[in-house]
């Protein structure tokens, strides 16, 4: 089948027409068309909150799958913003950052020097929690406190919360983008930058649970054979998300039977810790831990279930941080092809880069007939998140959680 865009509007390649000459009894010479330049398209800014009613099932939205995309056109001098970037970074020498487990600061910081010429001191954390990253930074907004952190990486979903709060710089990341870097990278009207997609999902060892009696979807999860046999991820938030697209109440029922079945309901890397160690042959978690596990040498397989469930990892220059030049910089190498090379090989492609191994994922979910759900693109699930309503399923979803 033809595998449409991600994005009607934006995501679509745009290629060069060259039309076929005749020749037949006269001589003519008939020149090419020029290729038009892709336009920039903004990203719609963050969504206002607006109660709604929850649905029973959230509205089919067309299946899509990213093509290859266009490169953005950086002319090879380099921009006079750009410019200004680099030598405010040379002047601030260092950058606060978080960075994902597997991503080395040292090949970043080798990166931004091999490409700017700029040794930037690079002072990193892990990021183990995003929700818990942005109620630290927006704690700190409110008390008028120096931001710990220079460039915070967070998920869509808390991205567009720190968008909607201001945390967030607004920034004409055009001018700044390096040659070969997918338009596509900036999101939220400027507000975030992407660097990695993820697909969620379920990653099951395959000498265990052989492909054909594995679970098919999040209701076979609940069946009590897979007591003591799957862990999963502890962020209600996500789960609000899927709720929201397979129906709040049919999911919040299939959550309760699946606590049932004692999961360790932990972040992320503790549920890859788990599996890679042979605890658990079954993890409901992302696709970079899929790679991770093929790459340590553990048997693994991958399995979307229902969806096929894209979330946007983005990164964002914090308002009122130290090193602001430093951070853009760093922001726009690790969204480059350079620093892409970095995160593809932990594990954390972008579906933006055609021929990452998120970008394949997404061909064999379009191939099998999955709808391909990214929350801030669907239509009501952001104003669902977002309200009232979404609010009281969230703090139900935290409460299955507990066990009450």
């Known amino acids: 089948m033809k595998s449409p865009s991600i994005s009607r509007r934006r995501y679509r390649a745009v290629s060069a027409i060259i039309p076929t000459v005749a020749i037949l009894l006269l001589l003519a010479a008939c020149a090419p068309a020029a290729a038009p330049q892709p336009a920039a398209t903004a990203t719609p800014a963050a969504p206002q909150p607006a109660a709604t009613a929850v649905p029973a099932a959230a509205p089919k939205a067309p299946v ?71 109620a630290k930074a927006l704690a700190e907004q409110k008390a008028g406190a120096v931001p710990s952190y220079d460039v915070l990486p967070l998920s869509d979903t808390t991205s567009v919360e720190a968008a909607r709060a201001n945390l967030a710089e607004k920034v004409d990341w055009e001018p700044l983008l390096a040659q070969g870097t997918p338009r ?19 990653v099951y060892n395959p000498k265990v649970v ?38 709040v109440d049919r999911t919040l029922a299939e959550f309760r039977a699946f606590m049932k079945n004692s999961p360790p309901m932990e972040v992320y890397a503790n549920g890859a810790t788990r599996y890679m160690s042979g605890e658990y042959p079954i993890i409901f978690s992302t696709s970079t831990y899929y790679l991770e596990a093929q790459k340590a040498g553990v048997p693994a397989e991958w399995a979307s279930l229902d969806v096929s469930w894209v979330t946007t990892a983005m990164f964002h220059a914090i308002k009122g941080a130290k090193n602001p030049n430093a951070a853009k910089l760093f922001i726009v190498f690790l969204a480059s092809p350079e620093g892409h090379k970095i995160y593809n ?60």
């Open 64 to 134: 899509a799958t990213p093509t290859a995309v266009s490169a953005a056109p950086a002319p090879k001098a380099i921009s006079p913003a750009l410019a200004q970037v680099i030598e405010g970074a040379k002047k601030e020498g260092r950058v606060t950052v978080q960075l994902q487990s597997g991503v080395e600061a040292k090949l970043v910081r080798e990166g931004i020097k091999k490409k700017y010429g700029v040794d930037l001191q690079i002072e990193s954390q892990p990021s183990a929690s995003y929700p818990a990253a942005l």
């Open 184 to 202: 596509e990278m900036i999101q939220l009207d400027g507000y975030g930058v992407s660097v990695f997609n993820n697909h969620v999902g379920m």
């Open 210 to 247: 052989p492909p054909a009696e594995s679970p098919k979807s999040f209701t076979d999860l609940g069946n009590p054979k897979w007591r003591g046999k799957i862990a999963a991820f502890n962020y209600a938030n996500q789960y609000l998300l899927y709720a929201f697209v397979r129906g």
């Open 345 to 404: 090989d932990s594990g954390r492609g972008s579906m933006f880069y055609p021929g990452s191994v998120e970008f394949k994922i997404n061909e064999l979910d379009v191939k099998a007939g999955l709808p391909i759900y990214v929350p801030i693109k669907w239509p009501g699930a952001m104003d669902f998140y977002l309200s009232e309503k979404g609010q009281q399923a969230m703090d139900e979803i935290s409460r299955i959680m507990k066990g009450e």
